[in-house]
């Protein structure tokens, strides 16, 4: 029996012998005779959020290239601080930059850049929108961190400051009611700005809708407001029934179709394309009376108050303004600068008594000429290209708007005040009392100034660059059209919305009839729309 204790023992003291030397002959492969000559991490950098982690991989090779499985390899960050390491394990601690080095020995090692970040601002790409009750809109938040860098593995949390008018969801805005809420999002806890958001249940439709081929460049109601002329990149312009949109006549040139305008007794019509020919016409039964060539393509045609004289405006490398009487007979005409394509003219008024003319030019000019003669009677200027000017009713004061600003001029051309926009001015007009001027811009607001002092009287936003505005011939609205495809109503006094109609294209022109009672817009979706004022 003893015997066979002390087999056993033997057998398991073997046993144990054969395992000793297996592991120290594996352990000895490590070493001792070969040597690791380089170090390769499975990135050289990367991007980790402040309390996450992040695993590196090294891949240890002797002098031949061979893998060294059991090299023995030795962490560490250059600024703990920042990032901690353990066993290849990366954790981001704090805002920076460190090193995670991996190394055999002193003489090999390999780093890898840890760039460790946190949501650092959040920002909204816009600060206002409105919407009908009936539509949606998403907001896309933008997420950086302290370097600038944007952000995608964000957790968002979705406010609305007031879910009775509108909700919010993943940034879906879903509206609820009319009225007026706020919407903001964290970003990992970090808050954006609010973004305003307005719902408008004032909607408005089109009484009628007319078609063209191409863009409508320009509408206008005649005297009585029976008739609405509409001009196209067609070729052609249409006068429609005002009431009931059915096409009384078509008129054409030979190529684009910019302006058109009525008389004040609405017996004849004016109109101007880029075949560079003016072409009168009669307005009750479409009958062309004359056709006349100038020296470039036509910006703005109108007759003057009194039905005697045809002024059109335009250029081709050379501003050209043209006068003719009411029979075709030429007047005068005048040039604007030299042999240069910003010396095209691009809008044109007529003073209340017809006796002055004010146009705008690209070479940023605005002038002042007699209607009789074409004398130059005084010239101001704008820091860039002017795109609508307009006398007020007591013809004392111009204004005009060219690159960011406002401008209000005296009768001798001296600048009573100038406002600005934070991008391009487009539009100006005066209310017919003449106590206040409007001006819209691509920086998506109308604003009303008082025109004694120039001071803001009051600013609203829109959702897009506004192209176009008028006040009501009782001055108690304006509308203002541009590129988010709407008209918008506004009391003139407060700013309050009226109506809103969507047109559905970027609105090109727009005119109040004399009656008040109707708006017709013309748009880049080749339509014509009439609508009433009041929803």
Same mark, same amino acid.
């Given at each position: 029996?003893?015997?066979?204790?002390?087999?056993?023992i033997?057998?398991?003291?073997?046993?144990?012998l054969?395992l000793f030397?297996?592991?120290?002959?594996d352990?000895a492969?490590?070493?001792p005779?070969i040597?690791v000559?380089?170090?390769k991490l499975?990135?050289?950098?990367t991007y980790?959020?402040?309390g996450?982690?992040?695993?590196?991989?090294?891949?240890?090779r002797?002098?031949n290239?061979?893998?060294?499985?059991?090299?023995?390899?030795?962490w560490e960050?250059?600024r703990?601080?920042?990032?901690?390491?353990d066993?290849?394990v990366?954790?981001?601690?704090?805002?920076?930059?460190?090193?995670i080095?991996?190394?055999?020995?002193e003489?090999?090692y390999e780093?890898?850049d840890i760039f460790a970040?946190?949501?650092?601002?959040?920002?909204?790409?816009?600060d206002y929108?409105?919407?009908?009750?009936?539509?949606e809109?998403?907001?896309?938040p933008i997420?950086?961190?302290?370097?600038?860098?944007?952000i995608?593995d964000?957790e968002?949390n979705?406010?609305?400051?007031?879910?009775?008018?509108?909700?919010?969801?993943n940034?879906?805005?879903?509206?609820?009611?009319?009225?007026?809420?706020?919407?903001l999002?964290?970003g990992?806890g970090?808050?954006?700005?609010p973004?305003?958001?307005?719902?408008?249940?004032?909607?408005?439709?089109?009484?009628w809708?007319?078609e063209?081929?191409w863009h409508?460049?320009e509408?206008v109601?005649?005297?009585?407001?029976?008739?609405?002329?509409s001009?196209s990149?067609?070729n052609?312009?249409? +006068?429609?029934?005002?009431?009931t949109g059915? !096409? $009384?006549w078509t =008129?054409? /040139? #030979?190529n684009? *179709?910019?302006? &058109?305008? %009525?008389s004040?007794?609405?017996?004849k019509?004016?109109s101007?394309?880029?075949?560079?020919k003016?072409?009168?016409?009669?307005a009750?039964d479409?009958?062309?009376?004359?056709t006349?060539?100038?020296?470039?393509?036509l910006?703005?045609?109108?007759?003057?108050?009194d039905?005697?004289?045809?002024i059109?405006?335009?250029?081709?490398?050379v501003?050209?303004?043209d006068?003719?009487s009411?029979?075709?007979?030429?007047l005068?005409?005048r040039t604007?600068g030299?042999f240069?394509l910003?010396?095209?003219?691009?809008?044109?008024?007529?003073?209340?008594d017809g006796?002055q003319?004010?146009y705008g030019?690209?070479?940023?000019?605005?002038? +002042?000429?007699?209607t009789n003669n074409g004398? !130059? $009677?005084w010239? =101001?200027? /704008? #820091?860039d290209e *002017?795109?609508? &000017?307009? %006398?007020n009713?007591?013809?004392?004061?111009?204004?005009?708007?060219?690159?960011?600003?406002?401008k209000i001029w005296r009768s001798n051309?001296?600048?009573?005040?100038?406002?600005?926009h934070?991008?391009?001015a487009?539009?100006?007009?005066?209310?017919p009392d003449g106590t206040?001027?409007?001006?819209?811009?691509y920086?998506k607001?109308?604003?009303l100034?008082?025109v004694?002092?120039?001071?803001?009287?009051?600013?609203k936003?829109?959702?897009s660059?506004?192209?176009?505005?008028?006040?009501s011939?009782?001055?108690?609205?304006?509308?203002v059209?541009?590129?988010?495809n709407?008209?918008?109503?506004?009391?003139s006094n407060?700013g309050?919305i009226?109506?809103?109609?969507?047109h559905?294209?970027?609105?090109?022109?727009?005119?109040?009839?004399?009656?008040?009672?109707k708006i017709?817009?013309?748009?880049?979706t080749?339509?014509?729309?009439?609508?009433?004022?009041y929803?």
């Amino acid at each position: 029996m003893i015997n066979r204790n002390l087999f056993n023992i033997s057998v398991i003291s073997l046993l144990f012998l054969v395992l000793f030397i297996f592991c120290d002959r594996d352990k000895a492969s490590v070493d001792p005779n070969i040597t690791v000559q380089s170090i390769k991490l499975s990135t050289s950098e990367t991007y980790l959020k402040i309390g996450k982690t992040h695993t590196l991989t090294a891949i240890a090779r002797d002098a031949n290239g061979e893998e060294v499985k059991k090299a023995q390899i030795t962490w560490e960050s250059s600024r703990p601080n920042v990032a901690s390491v353990d066993d290849g394990v990366v954790t981001a601690l704090t805002e920076g930059t460190t090193t995670i080095i991996a190394s055999v020995g002193e003489a090999v090692y390999e780093g890898c850049d840890i760039f460790a970040y946190k949501v650092n601002s959040v920002t909204l790409p816009i600060d206002y929108y409105s919407l009908l009750l009936w539509e949606e809109f998403t907001l896309q938040p933008i997420a950086l961190d302290g370097t600038g860098r944007e952000i995608q593995d964000v957790e968002w949390n979705w406010i609305s400051t007031n879910e009775l008018v509108a909700s919010v969801e993943n940034g879906l805005i879903t509206p609820v009611s009319g009225g007026m809420t706020e919407i903001l999002v964290e970003g990992d806890g970090v808050p954006s700005e609010p973004c305003e958001i307005q719902i408008i249940e004032e909607e408005i439709f089109p009484v009628w809708t007319g078609e063209h081929d191409w863009h409508v460049k320009e509408v206008v109601f005649n005297p009585d407001g029976s008739q609405v002329a509409s001009a196209s990149r067609d070729n052609t312009f249409k +006068v429609w029934d005002s009431n009931t949109g059915s !096409l $009384i006549w078509t =008129g054409t /040139h #030979d190529n684009h *179709v910019e302006a &058109v305008a %009525f008389s004040s007794d609405g017996n004849k019509l004016v109109s101007g394309g880029f075949d560079k020919k003016v072409k009168v016409w009669n307005a009750i039964d479409g009958s062309l009376i004359w056709t006349r060539t100038v020296g470039g393509y036509l910006e703005a045609v109108a007759f003057t108050p009194d039905n005697k004289i045809v002024i059109s405006v335009g250029g081709h490398l050379v501003g050209y303004i043209d006068a003719w009487s009411n029979t075709g007979d030429y007047l005068w005409g005048r040039t604007e600068g030299g042999f240069d394509l910003r010396n095209h003219i691009t809008c044109l008024a007529l003073h209340p008594d017809g006796n002055q003319l004010v146009y705008g030019a690209q070479n940023n000019k605005v002038r +002042v000429c007699a209607t009789n003669n074409g004398g !130059l $009677i005084w010239h =101001g200027e /704008h #820091d860039d290209e *002017v795109l609508s &000017v307009c %006398f007020n009713p007591d013809s004392t004061l111009t204004a005009s708007v060219g690159g960011n600003d406002v401008k209000i001029w005296r009768s001798n051309g001296a600048t009573l005040w100038a406002g600005t926009h934070s991008d391009v001015a487009s539009s100006v007009k005066f209310k017919p009392d003449g106590t206040t001027v409007a001006s819209v811009g691509y920086d998506k607001r109308l604003k009303l100034w008082d025109v004694a002092t120039g001071t803001l009287i009051w600013e609203k936003k829109h959702n897009s660059p506004l192209l176009q505005v008028d006040f009501s011939p009782d001055g108690n609205l304006i509308v203002v059209g541009g590129q988010d495809n709407r008209i918008t109503i506004r009391n003139s006094n407060d700013g309050s919305i009226v109506g809103v109609g969507v047109h559905g294209g970027y609105i090109l022109s727009l005119d109040f009839s004399h009656q008040d009672d109707k708006i017709v817009t013309g748009s880049k979706t080749k339509s014509v729309k009439v609508w009433h004022v009041y929803p």
